[in-house]
């Protein structure tokens, strides 16, 4: 009950011992209440592992890609032509697959459009698919519906080129939606618009890789154009969207002989996996591409890294090992 105190200066109104007692432990109970929650949180959002071993025999996956809405990676398999995910407990679940689909190599998440893009090739990997007319021949431009694993789209490529040899490798989306797709054994770079129309983006004997891979890793950059990279010399190249035959070499003393997949980390900074010699390159350019340097680099070890993706502020780089290995890695590169 409320009253007045004698001693307290007029129209003063004093709360009994009882009642302030109260108030204050309720105000300790919302602050109790604030850290609970502030405590859950750290709880369900742990550190990223540095490492992801997983269970899938001869898998011999080449792509990866990030799922950050759904907490997940994407992996492609050279062995079994199947798009699965992986979970950070090491979780292996296949996420799409059809019969056209030998070998799928480099992946790309346009997660704003809702689409898993796969490129589709056949260098005799697939040990279900024997003395194919596919092979060598086919390079094709995957498009997977993320909420339901279902195939929207199978793009052909080589049929641009029928008489030539052909191994859809990575590719690029830029801001538009279209997708460059790099052909390691033609050298070219084709495009596939958002309405699935195909052409030839680029064709230039400078891309080719001889009688080795040519053209792999690329990235698309937001001032508008290419960046990508010939396995078997390690040549860099910065392509214009608007002026593709006007495309130059970036300079550069790092080698980087067997560039496979690349990851633009920021406008500056390009992350380059040479598998051939078991390093991740951080190359730098103070130039837009004119020139780069390298600024670190990462040793995997013997394993035959391919690809590489963003996961926040960290990268993971993908171990295949070969095509027959029990499982493999996924693996939190540091400088």
């Given at each position: ?18 009642v ?34 997983v269970?899938?025999?001869a ?33 292996y ?6 019969s ?33 007319p596919t ?53 070219i ?142 693996v939190?590169?540091?400088?």
């Amino acid at each position: 009950m409320l009253h007045f105190s004698p001693s307290a200066p007029s129209g003063a109104l004093v709360l009994p011992h009882v009642v302030r007692r109260a108030a204050l432990a309720i105000a300790m109970l919302g602050l109790l209440a604030g850290c609970s929650k502030e405590i859950e949180y750290e709880m369900l959002a742990p550190e990223a592992p540095a490492r992801i071993s997983v269970p899938q025999a001869a898998l011999s996956p080449e792509g990866i890609q990030w799922d950050e809405a759904n907490k997940r990676f994407y992996v492609s398999s050279r062995t079994k032509g199947t798009v699965g995910t992986v979970r950070d407990d090491s979780t292996y679940t296949e996420f799409g697959k059809d019969s056209r689909l030998i070998s799928t190599i480099g992946l790309n998440l346009d997660a704003g459009r809702q689409r898993l893009l796969a490129a589709v090739s056949d260098n005799g990997f697939n040990p279900s698919v024997v003395n194919a007319p596919t092979k060598g021949k086919l390079a094709a431009l995957a498009i997977f519906n993320t909420s339901t694993g279902a195939l929207s789209s199978f793009v052909d490529l080589g049929g641009l080129r029928p008489t030539q040899m052909h191994f859809a490798n990575d590719m690029a989306v830029d801001k538009d939606g279209n997708v460059y797709i790099t052909d390691s054994m033609s050298p070219i770079i084709y495009k596939v618009d958002l309405q699935g129309t195909a052409s030839v983006f680029l064709e230039n004997a400078q891309l080719s890789g001889g009688t080795g891979f040519g053209l792999n890793g690329i990235v698309y950059h937001p001032d508008g154009y290419l960046l990508t990279a010939k396995s078997s010399d390690g040549t860099l190249f910065k392509v214009p969207i608007a002026n593709p035959a006007g495309f130059t070499t970036v300079t550069k003393t790092q080698s980087l002989v067997g560039a496979d997949g690349l990851l633009l980390f920021d406008n500056s900074t390009l992350l380059v996996v040479a598998g051939s010699q078991s390093t991740v390159f951080r190359m730098t350019t103070a130039d837009a591409w004119a020139s780069t340097t390298a600024s670190g680099s990462f040793a995997t070890g013997a394993v035959s890294p391919t690809t590489i993706t963003k996961r926040g502020s960290d990268a993971y780089v993908l171990y295949p090992y070969s095509a027959t290995a029990p499982r493999f890695k996924i693996v939190k590169v540091s400088f």
